[in-house]
């Protein structure tokens, strides 16, 4: 096993594509509302550079800090050596492919959601004359099925690196995080409580304290 894979913020953040489906069928309840009002790809467009767009333009320039978790953030000085290294895994062009990647796919999927919306009418959140407000809820719920979907693989990249690339990677200076990742929310100490690497650690009596004991 790797040793950074001991990393909790990792694990967390690779879960969090199981919200991926229900994101998406949040989508399509949006765009099942009404009937078009405008040309199709004109509503897909909307749809695309609400949840398309802003997404893939943060994995590109000011990747997700994957330190933090809903609206709490680790402080950049609190970070420790092994998470500055994993930061500038995510800096990566290998990860920015990943990202245009998955936008590409994501739009197909829009498409394919778009053209099935219709048989969800029956169950849409508004009426048939709101289909403004419709779009707009495609939109949103577009844009969490992309941070759902871009911030795992990103992640997924990253747990694939070998241990000595990962023993290559000069830890990111403290400083540079803000300005090249985004960081959401309130900025903290400590999100958990311990990690798993600390947890290992402490379980484990030490040598020279057994013979003591002894």
Same mark, same amino acid.
């Given at each position: 096993? $790797?040793?950074?894979?001991?990393?909790?913020?990792l694990w967390i953040h690779l879960a969090g594509i199981a919200a991926l489906p229900?994101? #998406?069928?949040?989508?399509?309840?949006?765009?099942?509302?009404?009937d078009p009002i405008l040309p199709v790809w004109l509503e897909l467009v909307l749809?695309?550079?609400?949840?398309?767009?802003?997404?893939?333009?943060? !994995?590109?320039?000011?990747?997700? @800090? +994957? &330190?933090? +978790? #809903?609206?709490?953030?680790?402080?950049?000085?609190?970070?420790?050596?092994? !998470?500055?290294? #994993?930061?500038?895994?995510?800096?990566?062009?290998?990860?920015?492919?990943?990202?245009?990647?998955?936008? &590409?796919?994501?739009?197909? %999927?829009?498409? =394919? +959601?778009?053209? @099935?919306?219709? %048989?969800?009418?029956?169950?849409?959140?508004?009426?048939?004359?709101?289909?403004?407000?419709?779009?707009?809820?495609?939109?949103?719920?577009?844009?969490?099925?992309?941070?759902?979907?871009?911030?795992?693989?990103?992640?997924? !990249?990253?747990?694939?690196?070998?241990?000595?690339?990962?023993?290559?990677?000069?830890?990111? $200076?403290?400083?540079?995080?803000?300005? @090249?990742?985004?960081?959401?929310?309130?900025?903290?100490? !400590? +999100?958990?409580?311990?990690?798993?690497?600390?947890?290992?650690?402490? =379980? =484990?009596?030490?040598?020279?304290?057994?013979?003591?004991?002894?």
């Amino acid at each position: 096993m $790797r040793s950074f894979w001991t990393e909790p913020f990792l694990w967390i953040h690779l879960a969090g594509i199981a919200a991926l489906p229900l994101a #998406l069928e949040l989508v399509w309840l949006g765009l099942a509302v009404g009937d078009p009002i405008l040309p199709v790809w004109l509503e897909l467009v909307l749809v695309i550079a609400i949840g398309t767009v802003p997404v893939l333009w943060m !994995q590109l320039t000011r990747p997700f @800090d +994957i &330190f933090s +978790i #809903l609206v709490l953030a680790v402080k950049p000085e609190q970070l420790t050596t092994q !998470q500055l290294r #994993l930061l500038s895994l995510f800096k990566t062009k290998t990860n920015q492919v990943v990202a245009v990647g998955a936008a &590409f796919f994501m739009v197909w %999927v829009l498409w =394919t +959601i778009y053209r @099935d919306a219709p %048989v969800a009418a029956a169950v849409a959140p508004f009426g048939s004359g709101w289909r403004i407000a419709g779009l707009l809820w495609a939109g949103v719920a577009f844009l969490i099925s992309n941070l759902f979907l871009q911030v795992p693989l990103s992640v997924a !990249q990253v747990l694939l690196t070998s241990e000595s690339e990962f023993s290559a990677a000069e830890p990111y $200076r403290v400083e540079k995080v803000p300005q @090249d990742f985004t960081l959401p929310g309130v900025r903290v100490n !400590q +999100i958990l409580p311990f990690s798993i690497s600390e947890s290992a650690t402490s =379980t =484990t009596p030490s040598p020279t304290l057994s013979s003591e004991q002894k």
